[in-house]
């Protein structure tokens, strides 16, 4: 059969007459809608340029609105110069006992790449701004691992004092915005409940570090624990005992019954100090920096009785016990005395007639953040 070429010819000259006007159809409604965009959105300079402002700079105040931020949205902006409020702020405290007439420190910033990066780009190192930030990672290790948990641009507010001597500082709010738990820990430092005996309590008035029971405690009256075993602080294998913040001369007691095995050995570092044995529990105790030694290799030793005085003797910035419960086979596995099996330990809370003026420190506290 033959077909009229001509009439294939025709055909496909239709088809294609077809195709050209959708394609020129499509092609110029691409072109209006691009119009329409680029009117819409890069007309307005202006506006762009305040949104952007908006983002780069609402660091602290905004974090409401700018956490969590999408992630197409985080590769956009350029990484933000760092924005913290650091400002002392001298105020009239209404608990007048504790703060009358000290100056009080707040921070507040989102972290980048490590706590103590973040810390000391604000506060620098000749201000001890890696001891605040260690002081700061040992008060959040008791509501999360930091190392694991902790994410860019967390957003933390910290009010502190600076103590006497270097490097010292006393934490009086912090709190950390964490992403990942999607929630906000607080913890507000008090210590009305028990002059020398302070501790950190969540807004609820529930203490955030435990507490070993007093009849096993090697110390009863402390401000704060500084150190636990494995800070990453103190050198390699990290920190070896928890040290325990407490006024030179606070009576430190056995925490089990045992034997004295050493005193004041390598005085250099440890200072007076003393070592007792626990066979029964398969254990050594080491009590270090002390002041005043009250008992002799040798001795036998009950559980809950003194053997010294706290101190700021050896390798000791500043006065604390160093408290370390070693294996006795081997001494370089040391127990948390916080998860060891043989110690008892419990949280404080603020009991009902200390109540309202805890309420009425926290609000002094938040005070300080939202002046500065
Ligand atoms: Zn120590």
Not at 3 to 30: A, D, H, R
Not at 347 to 364: C, E, G, N, V, W
């Amino acid at each position: 059969m033959d077909i009229p070429t001509s009439s294939l010819c025709n055909q496909n000259i239709e088809k294609k007459n077809k195709f050209s006007l959708q394609y020129g159809f499509v092609f110029l409604f691409i072109i209006s809608v691009g119009l329409n965009i680029h009117f819409l959105y890069f007309d307005k300079p202006v506006e762009v340029a305040s949104l952007k402002l908006g983002v780069e700079t609402g660091l602290p105040q905004n974090i409401e609105k700018s956490l969590p931020e999408p992630e197409a949205l985080k590769k956009e902006i350029p990484e933000p110069v760092l924005k913290a409020v650091v400002q002392p702020v001298s105020y009239v405290a209404s608990s007048a006992e504790t703060l009358e007439g000290k100056t009080v420190h707040s921070l507040s910033f989102k972290v980048r790449s490590s706590l103590n990066r973040t810390v000391c780009k604000i506060v620098t190192r000749e201000n001890g701004c890696a001891a605040l930030a260690a002081h700061m990672g040992r008060l959040m290790a008791w509501f999360v691992d930091i190392k694991k948990s902790m994410r860019n641009d967390d957003y933390l507010e910290v009010v502190y004092q600076r103590l006497e001597g270097p490097e010292q500082f006393k934490i009086l709010k912090l709190s950390y915005k964490s992403q990942l738990f999607g929630k906000t820990f607080e913890t507000f430092y008090f210590d009305a409940i028990d002059p020398g005996s302070g501790g950190y309590f969540d807004s609820e008035g529930t203490e955030i570090a435990q507490r070993i029971i007093e009849a096993q405690s090697p110390i009863r009256k402390y401000t704060e624990i500084t150190s636990l075993p494995g800070d990453f602080r103190k050198g390699m294998g990290g920190h070896s005992g928890t040290d325990f913040k407490a006024k030179v001369g606070t009576p430190i007691y056995s925490g089990f019954s045992g034997k004295v095995t050493r005193v004041n050995w390598n005085v250099r570092a440890n200072g007076y100090c003393v070592e007792i044995d626990h066979p029964k529990l398969g254990i050594k105790t080491l009590y270090l920096h002390l002041s005043r030694v009250k008992v002799k290799p040798g001795q036998t030793v009950k559980g809950g009785q003194q053997i010294a005085d706290s101190g700021n003797t050896g390798r000791s910035f500043a006065p604390h016990l160093h408290y370390e419960i070693q294996k006795r086979k081997n001494k370089k596995r040391i127990y948390n005395p916080f998860t060891f099996k043989h110690h008892k330990s419990y949280t404080r809370k603020i009991p009902s007639q200390h109540y309202q003026a805890f309420q009425d420190t926290i609000k002094l506290y938040n005070s300080v953040i939202k002046e500065s």
